[in-house]
C-alpha cells in the first residue's frame, strides 16, 4: 500500500493516482527478489498479526513505516541482488509520488531491458523458508479486500450516502464490485448483439 493509499485511509488526503501502483511494484519487486516484504508493522507482542490476525497497533506500525518509507537492502540476500534492481527498486518506493519512475520509465530502466547479469536468484527457495508464498496470497487478498472497501466508500460517495462515508470498512460480495458489474453490463451487451 502506497503512502498517499495509507494516507486516504487513515483521512490524512482525500485521492490518489495510479501512481500508487508503481509504488506497489516496488513492493512486489522486494518480495520477489528478497522473499520479505520491505514494510513490517510487527508489535513485539502475540497478537496473532503473524497469523494473519487484526492487530490495530501492527498495523498502525506497518502504517507509520510506509508512510516513513524505510526500507532496508542489507541482510545475505540482498548480496546476491544487482545492483540495477536494488536502483529500480529504490526509484520506485520513493514516498513523494511525483518523484517516483513513471511507468514508460520503468519500461525503459536498464534492469528491466534484459541487462541483469546471468546469475539464479534464490528466490524459490527463500519464498520457502520465509513462508512468503502464505503472505503473499494473504498481502493479495487484503488488498484485494481493501480496493473493495475504497470502491464502495467512492459509491457511497457518488451516491450522496454521506453518512456513512467515515470509512465504514465494510466489504460488499465480489459480485457487487464496479469490476463485477461492468463485466456484467459488457456480458449482456455481447448476449444482445
Given amino acids: 500500500?502506497?503512502?498517499?493509499?495509507?494516507?486516504?485511509?487513515?483521512?490524512?488526503?482525500?485521492?490518489?493516482?495510479?501512481?500508487?501502483?508503481?509504488?506497489?511494484?516496488?513492493?512486489?519487486l522486494y518480495?520477489?527478489?528478497?522473499?520479505?516484504?520491505?514494510?513490517?508493522?510487527?508489535?513485539?507482542?502475540?497478537?496473532?498479526?503473524?497469523?494473519?490476525?487484526?492487530c490495530r497497533a501492527c498495523?498502525?506500525?506497518?502504517?507509520e513505516r510506509i508512510q516513513e518509507g524505510k526500507y532496508e537492502c542489507r541482510d545475505g540476500v540482498w548480496a546476491q541482488i544487482s545492483a540495477d534492481a536494488k536502483d529500480l527498486i529504490s526509484r520506485l518506493l520513493v514516498r513523494d509520488a511525483t518523484l517516483r519512475l513513471s511507468a514508460a520509465q520503468v519500461l525503459q530502466h536498464h534492469w528491466v531491458q534484459g541487462n541483469a547479469p546471468e546469475r539464479v536468484l534464490p528466490t524459490p527457495r527463500v519464498l520457502q523458508r520465509n513462508w512468503s508464498t502464505k503472505d503473499l496470497t494473504q498481502f493479495a487478498a487484503e488488498a484485494i479486500a481493501f480496493?473493495?472497501?475504497?470502491?464502495?466508500?467512492?459509491?457511497?460517495e457518488e451516491q450522496g450516502d454521506f453518512g456513512s462515508v467515515v470509512c465504514s470498512m465494510r466489504l460488499s460480495p465480489p459480485s457487487n464490485s464496479r469490476l463485477a458489474r461492468r463485466r456484467a453490463q459488457s456480458q449482456a451487451l455481447r448476449n444482445n448483439s
Fill in 147 to 156: 480496493n473493495r472497501q475504497l470502491s464502495q466508500q467512492e459509491e457511497e
Fill in 1 to 28: 500500500m502506497a503512502p498517499e493509499v495509507v494516507e486516504v485511509f487513515t483521512d490524512e488526503a482525500s485521492f490518489y493516482d495510479k501512481r500508487c501502483d508503481l509504488w506497489s511494484l516496488g513492493v512486489i
Fill in 59 to 63: 498495523q498502525n506500525n506497518l502504517f
Fill in 31 to 54: 518480495i520477489l527478489l528478497s522473499g520479505s516484504p520491505p514494510f513490517s508493522g510487527y508489535c513485539g507482542t502475540d497478537c496473532g498479526w503473524e497469523r494473519g490476525e487484526s
